[in-house]
């Protein structure tokens, strides 16, 4: 979907498309991190995160609590116990042009007020999954995925079936020490995989990143331990001793204590070198026999990373230059419409096999009606406005990902006989009519509960991972029990009588049925029992209401605290009430999803399904979160005049990882006002409001730097 330029959104527009995009960005995270099932290419995932961002520069004031831009990957899976990393795991800046690298270097730089050269190290991006190794006095005790950056999974044993994995370091090691890297697949490893899994009628790897995270992250260390997994050490976290004064030195440590290091690995003197080592990589990419994708690049001083410091979830100091998506041609074979959970009609794209980047795909997403006619949402064209139709030869693009999208067509290869393509305006499944709301690209189905698609989606996400995650009953059942004559569920409240209505039923038992006996029948009531006492952010977030994602039903839910409170707020909420005006004063809930909230609780359709529901649970409170733990957290502080130690950008980036408020002027608000040499009118706000005046040096002791 081409959408609406950053520059010409209104302010309205612009918070709607946050949410939008705070929607997509977690779900695609979800299905990233969490399932190991991506939903969305790489490129589309950096478009919308790139979206987001610009769209936040552009508006500050409306930046959500939830802000994708301050996340890190997904949640942490059940199933695996939970690591606390005692320095958080971090992601990357992305670039894809040339410019964004000297822009990069010209920003730290900047940043650092130093008009010199700075060394930068260049090594591959290894296409794989982040895990931190923890070694105290040189034994391995810990290993831990990436998880939320905060919380990882704790996947010790399986990281000790790894041979690249030293359990015990060599030479002269640190009293603590966490070792970084990329646990990744070799393509022959993969392949191999894939042909020994494909023998035995298990399922296959969609590429080898995926595979690895597969079989990481498996609960029996045992499967992990028969499947070839490697590492390649490239950063740390906590230590009790600094490795050495340089990027590139601490990476040659890191050998030295018996890692794998990248050998691509160098030092350049600047953005020419670091494009010339990019080019040297890419041109080596496909005999490297293991994904990559991309060159990173690390300031080498480690005393300027330190001063570089964070912003919410990437480091100042580092970059990720990415390599192009991959592409292929091949002929369109048919477009399949799938309705979603929210009624959307999605045009799938079925192709003729074609290898993309060493993956065969045959189907590849059209994204929606006005992607094949050429046109973006507001009419302009794209392609040049040429449209998609069947039996075209199509350009299908793919990075690293799972569903590939069609990018281009070939109008010199068209057939004469070939009809433009005519979306449908009934649902395929239900014969409903479909809409589309002004200003919306998407066609949605009307029908609601009654369209059987929309129904099943919505069940399949009430039972999924994040939702009520019931063990036994996955889309597979949902689906049988959908359809089911004598034991149907149709609404998330009738999951919840199924045992009490088979205990009714005197002749066919759940048990007596093929794929089902004694035991899994009883355990599958046992487990949908488990399930009835239920958190109020999951069950918000179950309900599958349009725009509430986790994390937004994690802020309804820390807001409102009970279910009462939250039903009876919802309940009464139109534009103008005070019920409205607070649900829409919450930090990272927006009006687009406060209405969508309000449609689904005073529909009565959809309340009755909602009402029938609770009536079988038992909604546990939520508590609210703590802030960080510091001497200035929650305070308002003001920088004013010369700062001597530090430019005031890193010295506002020092104060808010600290949880404090970095404000621009003097108020009976601030807490505090830091005033170097030459501080005028505001230290006079400051002192006619009594706010309490301090300079550099003593700000520098009271955050402990
Ligand atoms: S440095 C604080 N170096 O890419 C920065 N990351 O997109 C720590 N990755 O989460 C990361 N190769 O999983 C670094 N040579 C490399 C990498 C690399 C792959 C991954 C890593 C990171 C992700 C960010």
Not at 115 to 134: F, M, N, V
Not at 242 to 264: K, M, S, V, Y
Request: proline share 4%; net charge negative.
């Amino acid at each position: 979907m081409r959408e609406q330029p950053v520059e010409t959104l209104t302010e309205g527009e612009a918070l709607a498309e946050l949410a939008r995009l705070a929607q997509a960005l977690a779900a695609a995270n979800r299905a990233y991190h969490t399932l190991d099932a991506p939903e969305i290419s790489d490129a589309e995932y950096d478009a919308l995160k790139q979206r987001n961002a610009a769209i936040e520069a552009r508006f500050p004031g409306l930046k959500r609590g939830d802000s994708p831009s301050d996340q890190v990957g997904g949640a942490v899976a059940e199933g695996f116990g939970k690591v606390q990393h005692r320095v958080r795991m971090l992601s990357l800046e992305n670039a894809f042009a040339a410019e964004e690298v000297a822009d990069f270097d010209d920003r730290v730089r900047r940043f650092l007020n130093s008009p010199g050269a700075l060394a930068y190290t260049a090594e591959p991006k290894i296409d794989g999954l982040s895990l931190s190794l923890r070694y105290e006095g040189g034994i391995l005790v810990q290993a831990a995925t990436r998880g939320d950056g905060e919380v990882g999974e704790n996947v010790t044993e399986n990281a000790r079936t790894i041979a690249d994995i030293p359990q015990r370091l060599s030479g002269e090691v640190l009293q603590v020490l966490e070792v970084r890297g990329e646990v990744y697949m070799s393509h022959a490893d993969f392949a191999a995989l894939n042909a020994r899994q494909a023998a035995s009628g298990d399922k296959t790897f969609a590429n080898p990143r995926n595979a690895a995270a597969g079989s990481l992250r498996q609960l029996d260390a045992r499967i992990t331990a028969a499947r070839p997994l490697r590492f390649f050490a490239y950063s740390w976290g906590d230590h009790s001793a600094p490795l050495a004064a340089t990027q590139f030195d601490a990476i040659q440590r890191l050998h030295a204590l018996g890692f794998q290091t990248n050998p691509l690995t160098v030092l350049c003197d600047g953005p020419e070198a670091m494009l010339a080592h990019y080019s040297l990589i890419e041109a080596q990419r496909a005999t490297l026999g293991y994904d990559i994708d991309g060159v990173v690049y690390k300031v080498n001083d480690l005393a300027l990373q330190a001063r570089l410091g964070f912003r919410s979830s990437t480091p100042r100091w580092a970059l990720a230059h990415k390599f192009p998506a991959q592409l292929a041609w091949t002929e369109l074979l048919g477009i399949d419409i799938q309705v979603g959970r929210t009624g959307a009609l999605s045009p799938v794209a079925r192709l003729k096999p074609v290898t993309v980047g060493g993956v065969v795909v045959s189907n590849a997403t059209l994204h929606n009606e006005d992607y094949i006619a050429g046109r973006d949402s507001r009419g302009q064209p794209i392609r040049a406005g040429k449209d998609i139709r069947i039996g075209d030869l199509v350009q299908v693009y793919r990075a690293g990902d799972v569903i590939p999208k069609v990018a281009d067509v070939d109008l010199s290869r068209r057939k004469d006989a070939s009809q433009p393509y005519v979306f449908p305006t009934e649902c395929p499944e239900c014969g409903s009519p479909a809409h589309r709301e002004e200003g919306d690209s998407v066609r949605r189905c009307t029908g609601g509960l009654i369209c059987p698609a929309q129904a099943v989606e919505r069940l399949k996400h009430f039972v999924s991972r994040g939702a009520f995650d019931i063990e036994g009953l996955g889309a597979k059942q949902v689906e049988m029990f959908f359809r089911d004559a004598i034991l149907p569920v149709r609404t998330p409240a009738e999951i919840f009588t199924l045992a009490a209505r088979d205990a009714a039923n005197p002749l066919q038992k759940l048990r007596n049925r093929e794929g089902f006996g004694d035991v899994s029948a009883a355990k599958l009531f046992a487990a949908i029992e488990a399930r009835r006492t239920i958190a109020l952010d999951r069950l918000l977030f179950s309900l599958g209401i349009r725009h509430v994602g986790e994390v937004a039903a994690g802020l309804l839910a820390r807001h409102y605290t009970t279910w009462e409170a939250f039903e009876a707020a919802v309940t009464k909420a139109t534009p103008g009430t005070a019920e409205w005006g607070e649900l829409t004063s919450i930090n990272g809930v927006g009006e687009v999803m406060a209405q969508s909230l309000v449609d689904a609780f005073q529909n009565p359709a959809e309340r009755a399904a909602i009402d029938a529901l609770a009536a079988q649970l038992s909604i546990q409170p939520v508590q609210s979160r703590g802030a960080v733990d510091s001497p200035v957290a929650g305070k308002t502080v003001v920088f004013t005049g010369t700062l001597e130690k530090m430019t005031r950008a890193e010295a506002k980036a020092r104060a808010e990882a600290l949880g404090a408020k970095v404000a621009g002027s003097v108020s009976a608000k601030t807490d505090l006002l830091v005033a170097g040499p030459g501080a005028g009118s505001k230290a006079k706000d400051a002192e006619r409001l009594g706010v309490e005046i301090i300079d550099e040096d003593a700000w520098l002791r009271l955050i402990g730097a």
